[in-house]
């Protein structure tokens, strides 16, 4: 990989951090617009699609001679979630500063460092007058993290012909999950982001006794909600825990449904990152995150709202999800309406989705992760706990859609797990490097 290109991505990544398209409200043309630059400056031709006012997705195409199935690098998305409190961070988050070796900012792992690599790949493989035998596609998208509806789902509903594809690679993958074993996402869980809505009777604030308060019962709810535990599930779990040296008495306790929720407490006590993954792919979870009542301290609120972020398992749908709550809310759910968050603020559900496991795709991430990384090092197939852009594409075409990027292995999982929307966000330069090598071997080999 040249010095050039990693000038390039990393000067492309740092605008992108720069631009700050916090979603919502999003703005993400600002980073459509950027792409399109360089991508122009380079001589390739892109479209725009603009789905909302200053929102929009950018395509581009290198036609292949239909000889083998095509592949797109993304969808990436610009848009990154808010930072909270500025700070905490060790660097401003949104500088794209240059620091130990990093890239620092909000959305340099989720996932502006993917997107960056890929499109310099892209513009560099059409600058070499690369002729792939099957269609590459690079998109690049807005809205993700606010559900899709303006990003890879506009693009699916309403320019199929244009983005329909056989196999795409995203985000994320190349965690280091083990002695020399580095994750790559086959899968997802689904989401069933839910609202449950509390009623009261407004009074006086100064006269509570025996009122009807709905964030008090708001908030027996969320106590109801943290102590219950949801069915528990292994099946997506073990090639996991087989990749992380386990003995073989503590994989085997592991692996038990019933004993699980006492192990994870016994991993936590060396480290919560890898115990929170593990327990994040064997149930549905759910995490009380928004709570919204009363307008006026001396008034006694007469409603209440509570967001719940809902993951769940490939086969479990929305009625499961209402099933549980009201099996956790016990009495109290005669009290309470459960209802999909609006669709505006992220409310779409969307099943938990699959794709081959050993497709011929995935052989050839294999081998470059060998050639890379060493030959020693395997590639260990993982359902992601969030859920990406593929989920469009698994459904409209059963594309085959896989998170894949190569970590350098300076960062221990546990932090890089606690960086996806969390504090000091970062990504090492070595990662970026290692990640377009790996976007440009497998464009390369799978479509040549």
Not at 43 to 61: H, K, Q, Y
Not at 71 to 82: E, N, S
Not at 124 to 135: I, R, Y
Not at 298 to 315: E, F, Q, S, Y
Request: charged content about 25%; some cysteine; proline content about 6%.
């Amino acid at each position: 990989m040249s010095t050039t290109m990693i000038d390039e991505i990393t000067s492309l990544m740092q605008e992108m951090i720069r631009n700050r398209c916090v979603n919502p409200p999003g703005g993400e043309i600002k980073s459509i617009r950027t792409i399109d630059r360089y991508l122009s400056s380079l001589g390739v031709e892109t479209e725009i699609f603009e789905s909302a006012p200053d929102r929009g997705n950018i395509l581009a195409v290198i036609k292949g001679s239909g000889e083998r199935p095509s592949l797109m690098l993304g969808p990436g998305h610009v848009d990154v979630v808010p930072v909270e409190n500025e700070d905490e961070w060790t660097v401003p988050p949104f500088e794209g500063v240059i620091q130990d070796g990093c890239i620092w900012g909000r959305g340099s792992m989720d996932m502006l460092y993917i997107v960056a690599s890929q499109t310099v790949v892209f513009a560099h493989l059409h600058s070499e007058g690369f002729k792939p035998k099957g269609d590459l596609k690079l998109l690049v998208v807005a809205d993700e993290e606010v559900g899709g509806e303006l990003g890879a789902n506009w693009m699916v509903r309403n320019h199929p012909e244009k983005v329909k594809v056989d196999f795409l690679v995203t985000e994320a993958g190349g965690d280091p999950i083990g002695p020399n074993q580095m994750s790559y996402i086959y899968g997802e869980k689904g989401t069933a982001w839910t609202r449950m809505r509390f009623k009261g009777e407004e009074r006086h604030g100064s006269a509570p006794f025996r009122s009807k308060n709905a964030v008090v019962t708001m908030a027996k709810a969320i106590q109801k909600i943290r102590e219950y535990q949801p069915p528990r599930d292994t099946s997506i779990t073990k090639p996991f825990l087989k990749a992380m040296g386990l003995g073989g008495i503590t994989r085997a306790l592991l692996n038990q449904p019933r004993l699980l929720g006492f192990m994870l407490n016994q991993i936590a006590k060396s480290g919560k990152g890898n115990a929170g993954f593990i327990h994040s792919l064997s149930q549905m979870t759910w995490s009380p995150n928004v709570c919204q009542g009363g307008a006026k301290t001396n008034t006694i609120p007469g409603t209440a709202h509570l967001d719940i972020d809902v993951r769940i398992l490939p086969g479990q749908d929305e009625e499961y999800v209402r099933a549980h709550f009201r099996k956790a809310l016990g009495p109290l759910a005669d009290e309470v309406e459960i209802d999909r968050l609006p669709s505006d603020e992220g409310g779409i559900f969307t099943a938990g989705s699959i794709s081959s496991a050993n497709s011929p795709l995935v052989e050839v991430m294999d081998s470059i992760v060998k050639e890379l990384r060493g030959p020693e090092f395997t590639l260990v197939p993982l359902v992601s706990p969030g859920a990406t852009d593929c989920r469009f594409f698994r459904k409209a075409w059963d594309t085959q859609a896989y998170g894949f990027a190569i970590h350098d292995g300076t960062i221990d999982l546990a932090t890089l797990l606690g960086m996806f929307h969390g504090t000091d966000e970062r990504v090492p330069i070595g990662t970026l490097e290692l990640t377009a090598k790996g976007y440009m071997e497998l464009a390369k080999r799978f479509l040549s």
